[in-house]
């Protein structure tokens, strides 16, 4: 005979509903006809105020200052188009109501919707990723203030969403 199964504590099942939200928010999200709408629209117009409203190419230094400067203007337009998805498309498919029935508890419902978007931003971020193969290529750029400034940029966009 076997042994009975533990029952997961609180915290295992916070995790376990956390990571069944994320799973679902995730599938979501990179299925969505809109998610690549979303991402190019920021990566484009965040590449245009760099490039053209900024003038990098004009400037005598290889630094990120104009990416860091224009990326908060940016995500303040294109991130709550992205956030207001989260819950507003609910009533619709009726997920929400499925997920609340559920034996979940709603910080890990919550959460999980936040880190699935978050993690979206992230994939989003990366595409600036070539802005720095260009600063690489133009010269010498400062890498840590380079590697500091992902970060912190990767803290707004969570922060924001």
Known sequence: ????????????????GFLAVFRHEWRMLTYAGMTPVFI????????????LAGDFYSSDHTAADLLWTFLPWVAVVFVPALALGAFSDEPGNRSLELML???????A??????????????????????FVATLAYLGQPDW????????SAMLLLAGFY
């Open 144 to 151: 840590g203030a380079l590697i500091l400034g992902y970060l």
């Open 1 to 16: 005979m076997t042994a009975p199964a533990l029952a997961p504590t609180d915290g295992g099942r916070w995790r376990a």
């Open 40 to 51: 190019g629209g920021f990566l484009l117009t965040l590449s245009a105020a760099v490039f």
């Open 101 to 107: 029935a559920l034996p979940l508890p709603p910080g």
């Open 109 to 130: 419902v919550v959460a999980g919707k936040w880190a699935a978007g978050s993690a979206l931003l992230l994939v989003t971020l990366a595409g600036t990723l070539p």
